[in-house]
């Protein structure tokens, strides 16, 4: 045997050593998915099926596939693009995260993030043409949140607009649409746009951890554009308005005590803002801990109106 043949020999298990080695673990995978941001849509998720009176027996693996479509699939997929985009920045100010960190070697990340796309993509089309339809959009948006060339979180209304739609108003139309095997009732789309809508502010009280690392990597988030404490009060107020706006319309649909409901939720918000304004920067994170927990009770509290509505 030649030293030629030798060295080829043993080429082949040595490179499949390292390439078991550069191979991330599946808990390295679970924490680029970050299953703690799942919430938010599964929740508004939960609030579309509460909002079309649930799922017939006939419906319920549908239902089941959406909660799984608008939290480990479209959320989680929404992260991995996100911190495979963001690698170089957090290489710098978080190099403890999966990617950064090495436990996400290589081009992992992206694999991950296109494998969760096509995933979400074959899953929404099993759950029928206008939750595909959703799914794309929602999909795309994360795309264009994070990658080149749109970047859309290089700007706070732009941004945290999209994050919004995606976290608040496509689930609850996806589970509604899941549900109802087609486009659901107007009063259930209006009702999951507004609170979408209301979600851009928690988004940017969300940007307060950052404002100096987004200056200096060129992100205009709110706080970096109109300072701290304009962007702290333009926050609560496109929080409180979509709610002024649900309450008028439950009331208007023969809904008092519903709207009650979301009125004493958004007064309990109120006092947590007279807080939040007098240091946004100090307390920021507290408000999204206290304050959006009534918003999102809100949200389950309109959704019952729906159902009551049929």
């Known amino acids: 045997m030649s030293a030629a043949d030798l060295v080829c020999g043993m080429a082949t298990p040595i490179s499949i050593a390292a390439v078991a080695v550069r191979a991330p673990t599946p808990g390295a995978v679970l924490e680029l998915l970050k299953p703690i941001t799942w919430f938010a849509p599964m929740w508004a998720y939960g ?29 989680g997929t929404s992260q991995a693009v996100n911190d495979w985009f963001d690698r170089e920045v957090d290489a710098i100010n978080e190099p403890d995260r999966v990617i950064p960190s090495g436990r996400m070697p290589g081009r992992w990340g ?22 595909f339809l959703a799914a794309l959009v929602g999909l795309a948006l994360a795309w264009a949140y994070s990658a080149p060339p749109f970047r859309l979180k290089r700007n706070g209304w732009m941004g945290n607009s999209a994050v919004g739609l995606c976290y608040e108003g496509l689930p609850w139309f996806t589970a509604a649409a ?22 851009h502010g928690i988004m940017t009280l969300n940007d307060f ?11 205009d988030s709110l706080p970096v554009l109109l300072g701290e404490g304009l962007a702290a009060r333009v926050a609560c107020a496109v929080m409180a308005l979509p709610q002024l706006v649900v309450i ?22 109120a006092a947590c803002m007279l807080r939040l304004l007098s240091d946004p920067e100090r307390h920021a994170a507290w408000y999204n801990a206290t304050g959006t927990t009534f918003y999102v009770l809100g949200m389950l509290a309109a959704a019952f109106a729906l159902q009551a509505m049929g």
């Open 47 to 75: 609030c579309g099926l509460v909002s079309v009176g649930g799922a017939t027996v006939d419906r319920w693996p549908y239902a089941l596939a959406g909660i799984l479509l608008a939290g480990p699939l479209v959320c």
């Open 110 to 131: 992206l694999a991950v993030a296109v494998a969760g796309t096509l995933l979400s993509l074959l899953v929404a089309a099993i759950l029928g043409l206008v939750v």
């Open 178 to 199: 899941a549900v109802a095997g087609g486009f659901p009732a107007w009063p259930v789309v209006a009702m999951a746009l507004l609170y979408s809508i209301g979600a």
């Open 209 to 219: 951890k950052a404002v100096g690392g987004d200056r200096v990597s060129g992100i």
């Open 248 to 269: 008028g319309l439950l009331v208007a649909w023969g809904f008092p005590w519903h709207a009650g409901v979301v009125t004493a939720l958004l007064l309990l918000q």
